[in-house]
């Protein structure tokens, strides 16, 4: 695929006149997907997938476009000429931008992860062995996953890996739900079935009465999966260098009211796994590290090279848009094994879903209990718990309220599969909070 992006990158360029500029993505995969249904095969199948997105910049101008890549390149150098000739006509109605960055060359590179993964021809006998005697319904992609950008002043990135990620749920019989997601690149057997009775053991628990609890705050035991969902939010109006000069970000009370989160708290932009590629859609390259939040204190945010052009600020060479895209989150010294000795008594949450800001500027977040969530007392977990609302503030779990991290980090990956592969992942620990608020 490489070569075929090259071909068709160079042969656009060549239709440019010489006050116009072009910056090119590309995104591609070649997958296998199975689906899963009642511990079974529903339906399988293998994707060779690839598209272009243009940027076409004029005088002050940028227009949007794509197209799919058919594989005749003498079709697809036709549908690329024909979109630059489109976005030609369009840039003469547009006002002009004055926050637009202009391509430059800030050199190359070539960035292929190799990886002992797993074979499609393999997958079914991995996957389902370990599920027998559950009802398990999922999806696994699997399979290389490529990217690259290059721009008519001649820089060329490519970023090429191999990946898997089976998202799933265990269902009981009284239609509660276990959920996993078990991903990486090399393919360990025993890390999977591992992984795997972890959620049976869930899942036995589950088929327990659920209690319902009453509205109030509790020592919860977040995992990682949750504790992924929350960082998350930081991509949604907060660590973005425009969201908090707007005034819509969370962190604007740790700019500038001096608030602080917890020094057991820190997170970082860490690109050398490799989970997705350090060039963003303009083919600029963010640094392989990036401290974001550092022991409890707001270090940096992330600065898109538009946004350092409003603001005269330097760029960290943020996607536009300024989300994580490879976040890590420091670990702590509390043991997976002590965790629920450790809680003693309140909530164990597995999952939450549906967060959304409730109060964007003081960093509310509220979302719902959900997938084996259950509550503990005496340091034993006594039965799963109904579905129930809550409504806080990072400024008390990732603050004050944070009492113990755990030692290990989980990989997280984004498991979107709408259009093509999601690439990235977030790596994050557990997390035990002294005050956690239960609304409804």
């Known amino acids: 695929m490489k070569k075929v992006f090259k071909s068709i990158s160079e042969s656009l360029f060549k239709e440019l006149k010489s006050d116009e500029d072009v910056i090119l993505s590309f995104s591609g995969e070649n997958s296998q997907f199975i689906r899963f249904n009642n511990a079974s095969v529903r339906q399988t199948g293998l994707v060779d997938d690839a598209d272009i997105e243009l940027k076409f910049i004029s005088n002050n101008r940028i227009c949007g476009g794509g197209f799919t890549i058919s594989g005749n390149m003498e079709i697809d150098l036709a549908?690329?000429?024909?979109?630059?000739?489109?976005?030609?006509?369009e840039a003469n109605e547009l006002p002009e931008d004055p926050f637009l960055v202009l391509p430059k060359n800030l050199g190359s590179s070539n960035v292929v992860k190799e990886a002992s993964g797993l074979q499609f021809e393999d997958s079914i006998d991995a996957i389902l062995p370990a599920m027998s005697g559950t009802d398990f319904v999922g999806i696994?992609?699997?399979?290389?996953?490529f990217r690259g950008n290059a721009n008519s002043k001649g820089q060329n990135h490519w970023f090429e890996t191999d990946t898997y990620s089976l998202d799933y749920s265990l269902v009981t019989s009284n239609h509660q739900m276990v959920k996993g997601s078990f991903s990486g690149s090399d393919w360990n057997q025993d890390e999977y079935e591992s992984y795997v009775n972890r959620s049976?053991?869930?899942?036995?628990?589950?088929?327990?009465?659920?209690?319902?609890?009453?509205?109030?705050?509790?020592?919860?035991?977040?995992?990682?999966?949750?504790?992924?969902?929350?960082l998350g939010m930081f991509s949604w109006n907060g660590i973005s260098e425009a969201s908090l000069r707007q005034g819509c970000s969370g962190f604007g009370k740790m700019r500038h009211n001096d608030a602080r989160l917890s020094p057991k708290f820190s997170v970082i932009e860490d690109f050398s796994p490799g989970y997705c590629p350090k060039f963003n859609s303009d083919g600029e390259v963010a640094p392989d590290e990036l401290a974001l939040i550092e022991a409890g204190k707001l270090k940096n945010t992330l600065i898109s090279s538009r946004s350092a052009k409003e603001y005269g600020l330097q760029s960290n060479y943020a996607e536009n848009g300024e989300f994580l895209r490879s976040p890590r989150m420091a670990i702590g010294n509390l043991n997976q094994n002590d965790v629920v000795k450790e809680l003693d008594r309140g909530l164990f949450l597995s999952n939450i879903h549906y967060l959304n800001w409730s109060d964007n500027p003081?960093?509310?977040?509220?979302?719902?209990?959900?997938?084996?969530?259950?509550?503990?007392?005496?340091?034993?977990?006594?039965?799963?718990?109904?579905?129930?609302r809550f409504d806080d503030s990072f400024y008390r779990f990732f603050g004050d309220q944070l009492s113990e991290v755990e030692d290990r980090l989980y990989s997280n990956p984004e498991v979107g599969t709408y259009g093509g592969r999601s690439l990235g992942a977030t790596a994050c620990p557990g997390i035990l909070v002294d005050s956690f608020s239960l609304t409804l």
């Open 79 to 89: 549908r690329g000429k024909h979109e630059i000739e489109r976005m030609r006509n």
């Open 140 to 145: 696994l992609a699997n399979g290389k996953m």
């Open 200 to 230: 049976k053991e869930k899942l036995s628990l589950m088929e327990r009465k659920p209690i319902k609890i009453k509205t109030g705050d509790y020592r919860t035991w977040f995992e990682s999966a949750a504790v992924s969902d929350f």
């Open 362 to 388: 003081g960093g509310r977040i509220t979302g719902l209990t959900r997938y084996a969530c259950f509550w503990v007392e005496g340091g034993e977990i006594v039965a799963p718990i109904e579905t129930m």
